[in-house]
């Protein structure tokens, strides 16, 4: 397969993560954007030779994002994640998931595709393991699950 030369490829260390317009920040890994048709098979009596798959559902792994803390990227999850929390809690109203928009972008920070993720809630918010004996990056880490893309 040729490129011509005005092809602009998505990049995967360039993309941009926000739910329900509130930006996340920048993420250094995105994993989990995939799908799974699930299928039953069905061999009908007598047909030795053949089999049949019927529909059975859709899947779609949860969503894990992973980025170095800064100040201000880590703020706004946090932030996003206490509304969570004192929505829940407190009984201000039913949230039942937004709407995470991840969009991939091109080297001239232009997009290439984006993936909307249906009734996005998080699943857990892991934060760095600090030990003074080491010299790592803080990690944060965001696991989302949804109701698909599709």
Known sequence: ??????????????FQVA?????????????GLAVTFENETFIDGGNYDAKSFLPKCVDYPPVTLQRAMTA????????????????????????????????????MGTRVSS??????????????????????IAIEQLELVHEGFL
Do not use: F
Not at 80 to 101: C, D, M, S
């Open 19 to 31: 739910v329900d317009g509130i930006d996340l920040g920048g993420w250094r890994s995105c994993k």
């Open 72 to 107: 201000a990227d880590s703020a706004r999850v946090q932030q996003w994640l206490a509304g969570l929390v004192e929505n829940w809690v407190n009984g201000y109203g039913v949230y039942r998931g937004g709407t995470a928009q991840i969009t991939l972008l091109d080297s």
């Open 1 to 14: 397969m040729s490129l011509a030369s005005n092809a602009r490829l998505g990049l995967a260390m360039r």
């Open 115 to 136: 993936w909307s993720l249906r009734n996005v809630l998080p699943r857990s918010w892991r934060g760095p393991e600090l030990d003074a004996k080491g010299a790592e």
